[in-house]
């Protein structure tokens, strides 16, 4: 019997459940653009589907100082706090 | 519970009874509850110390113990009956059948394992007993198996073989340096491990270190674990990034880095096995693999290790540690992240030196894409040969820049966008420009310290090497320099 020492940090990844599909957009939908170049056409076109067609809903933009680094606290604060919804692209 | 709730009731109603009850429990939560809902007199033992230290296997164990602390008796579980012998013994007959209805209490009663007995757990609190400086949990291997395939089938290898990590060999690897094995040296994107000195030196093991290297891959793991190097963004990008380390100073004769011949290939255990380590800790204690969070396109093998020493006395200028703020006597590890590399600047004709950092500049127009500029930075290697040839002219580093800067300048022009290749200055942005805007020169680098500098190879050929970078300064990654403090 071999005994080894665990290289891990021992902890088990917390699970985490894609969230439940709504039924239908409603609210504030917030479009965040990672700052990868064009980006922020792709957010463009979407912005301007969504107006078309659910003029009801509101769409909100953002975007990470930088793609290379997580979003900052605040960032994410500021997103779950006023949205619905965030649609989030990655584009190049 | 309720038994111990009146005994607890009477105990503080008699005066003439030098009897104290104690609770010890095991949770915080249960704790909580034993004060809460029946005012126990209760002992946090949640680190399980004493309950460890008391040898308790089963809860509830009642143990009777005396001023000096000798157990006189020891009930496991609950039995009706013995309980109650115990009391009378202690209060008397009397006052024990009249505490509460016996009847109503179970005979008896097996009790649970005691957390302290808990596989996963028993042995660190041996090992805190033993005063042992390992808290890893140990992982058996069990003696059909075999501790390579084992190790493999955990995830714990970057593909190839790894010295198991015994508790021996990591006690090795721990003499290799003066911290504390606890100390926790940093916390590793993408899931924020907790970097002890421990894991890394279960990790240096692994990867085929020797203790004294220890130190050196202790400092470069606080160095890529810093907001300006961005390991999270080095690992995640599809770019195929990875931490190139540099070791200067006097450690690279002490622990026999390879600065000479082959300095960026195989064959020095340093040179191999630092940039491993390094690369394992991000793995697992970063929890980085490829196709998690790694999510590189092509990959590099620059990905296994990449890690070399400057050869500082071959070289006629300042070290890449002194230039970047530290005496020369200091051992500095500096990170670089790279994404291409070495590619070699085959350059076998030049004699003169603005021809030779011409030769620079030709080829790291290349870095990325020859059109693309302001992108990137360089770590150029620059090989014992052609330094000859630089300081015959009595070049410097501020002059090889220089070089760079000039040859690989391009107009604005040249770098849009066109038929040839998409790459470069986007159309509806040319069309914003104006004439002078578009005949004005964009070297290569957006500024002459994005070409880091340092000397390493063997005396014959001349053939100097560079490192492409990533996405560089604030919004990718900054190369960060770390003394190695317990070195003197």
Redesign the interface.
């Known amino acids: 019997?071999?005994?080894?020492?665990?290289?891990?940090?021992?902890?088990k990844?917390v699970h985490r459940d894609v969230t439940p599909r709504p039924p239908e957009i409603s609210g504030t939908v917030a479009l965040l653009d990672i700052?990868k170049p064009r980006g922020s056409l792709l957010l463009d076109r979407l912005q301007q589907r969504l107006a078309e067609r659910l003029p009801e809903v509101k769409t909100v933009r953002y975007s990470k100082?930088?793609?290379?680094?997580?979003a900052p606290d605040t960032l994410r604060q500021e997103i779950l706090g006023n949205s619905d919804f965030v649609v989030e692209a990655l584009a190049d | 519970m309720p038994l111990l709730a009146v005994l607890n009731t009477y105990l503080a109603g008699q005066t003439g009874i030098a009897l104290q009850l104690l609770v010890l429990g095991q949770t915080v939560e249960g704790n909580q509850q034993l004060a809460d809902a029946h005012a126990l007199p209760v002992i946090d033992d949640s680190d399980l110390r004493v309950s460890f230290a008391s040898d308790i296997d089963t809860v509830p164990t009642l143990l009777q113990v005396d001023a000096e602390g000798n157990t006189s008796t020891e009930l496991i579980g609950f039995v009706r009956s013995e309980w109650q012998a115990l009391l009378s013994n202690l209060l008397g007959s009397d006052a024990t059948e009249q505490l509460l209805d016996w009847t109503g209490l179970p005979e008896w009663r097996p009790g649970c394992g005691s957390l302290s007995v808990d596989p996963l757990i028993a042995q660190r609190l041996q090992a805190e007993a033993d005063d042992s400086p390992?808290r890893?949990?140990?992982?058996?291997?069990?003696?059909q198996d075999d501790?390579f395939e084992f190790?493999f089938d955990q995830g714990?290898s970057d593909g190839l073989p790894l010295v198991?990590?015994?508790?021996e060999r990591?006690l090795r690897m721990l003499a290799g340096t003066r911290r504390d094995a606890q100390e926790v040296i940093a916390l590793?994107?993408p899931?924020m491990?907790?970097?002890s000195v421990?894991?890394v030196a279960?990790?240096a093991v692994?990867a085929g270190c020797r203790p004294e290297y220890l130190p050196v891959v202790l400092t470069a793991v606080e160095a890529v674990c810093t907001d300006a190097f961005?390991i999270?963004?080095v690992m995640?990008?599809t770019m195929g990034a990875s931490p190139v380390v540099v070791v200067n100073g006097p450690i690279r004769e002490r622990i026999g880095m390879n600065m000479k011949l082959g300095a960026l290939g195989q064959g020095n255990r340093a040179n191999a096995t630092i940039g491993r380590a390094l690369r394992?800790v991000v793995r697992?204690?970063g929890?980085a693999r490829p196709g998690g969070t790694e999510r590189s396109t092509l990959g590099n093998p620059m990905k296994f290790t990449m890690c070399f020493a400057e050869w500082e006395e071959r070289s006629p200028w300042s070290a890449l540690h002194v230039e970047r703020g530290f005496a020369s006597e200091d051992s500095v590890v500096s990170v670089f992240t790279m994404t291409s590399g070495p590619t070699l600047i085959v350059d076998q004709d030049s004699r003169k030196a603005e021809q030779l950092a011409g030769s620079f500049g030709l080829c790291l127009e290349n870095a990325f894409h020859p059109k693309s500029h302001f992108a990137t930075d360089v770590l150029l290697v620059v090989c014992p040969e052609h330094v000859d040839t630089l300081i015959r002219d009595g070049y410097d580093k501020a002059e090889i820049r220089a070089r760079i800067q000039q040859v690989t300048a391009r107009p604005i022009e040249e770098l849009a966008g066109d038929e040839l290749s998409g790459v470069g200055f986007k159309p509806e942005a040319v069309a914003q420009m104006d004439a002078e805007t578009l005949r004005r020169k964009l070297p290569k680098f957006r500024n002459p310290e994005d070409i880091h500098i340092v000397v390493a190879g063997s005396d014959a050929g001349k053939f100097s090497g560079a490192f492409h970078g990533w996405?560089t300064g604030?919004?990718?990654?900054i190369p960060v320099s770390k003394k190695i403090e317990e070195v003197s």
Request: proline share 13%.
């Open positions: 019997m071999t005994t080894i020492l665990d290289p891990t940090d021992e902890r990844p700052s100082p930088t793609f290379t680094k997580p | 390992l890893a949990r140990r992982v058996e291997v069990a003696i501790e190790m714990f198991p990590p015994t508790p990591v590793m994107p899931n491990g907790e970097v421990e894991k279960i990790n692994m961005n999270h963004g995640a990008t394992l697992n204690l929890g996405a604030e919004i990718g990654s």
